[in-house]
């Protein structure tokens, strides 16, 4: 699982790469400190949207292409993964008498009249689904 603010990280520290810029020339022209840059890049801190931006325009890059980029990112490395389905379940309700199918006494809960509603989940034969993601 990739977290968001490792994919930022990445994205920014790819561009100021490409544009041959060091950590400090970045912090000073964004108003931020070289460590706190750093971490950042890191994916160890998480940015607020004001320092991203600053940082965004210290790199002359609007904030939506860094979203953009971000975004690619987190779908390059986050693993396509099948969705994993509960199974199909059915509710049986019956009428309780005083005795269950074992012969044995039924205890009433408190409360209740002689003649309760019983129901209990009962699993379903899966059907194929037509929503297959491969």
């Known amino acids: 699982m ?17 544009q041959g810029r060091t950590l400090q020339d970045v912090a000073d022209a964004a108003g931020v400190s070289l460590p706190y840059l750093s971490e950042i890049e890191r994916g160890r801190k998480e940015a607020s949207s004001e320092i991203l931006a600053s940082i965004c325009a210290a790199l002359g890059l609007p904030l939506t292409d860094l979203l953009e980029q971000v975004r690619a ?52 034969p899966s059907a194929p689904s037509s929503t297959t993601r491969f």
Do not use: F, K, N
Not at 3 to 16: D, E, K, N, P
């Open 2 to 18: 990739s977290l968001l603010r490792s994919a930022i990280g990445t994205v920014l520290r790819r561009l100021r790469h490409q």
């Open 73 to 124: 990112e987190l779908l390059r490395t986050t693993p396509v993964t099948t969705p994993v389905r509960a199974p199909r379940m059915r509710v049986t309700c019956g009428y309780a008498q005083g005795r269950s199918a074992h012969g044995r006494d039924r205890r009433r809960p408190p409360g209740r009249a002689a003649g309760w509603v019983v129901c209990r989940p009962t699993r379903l």
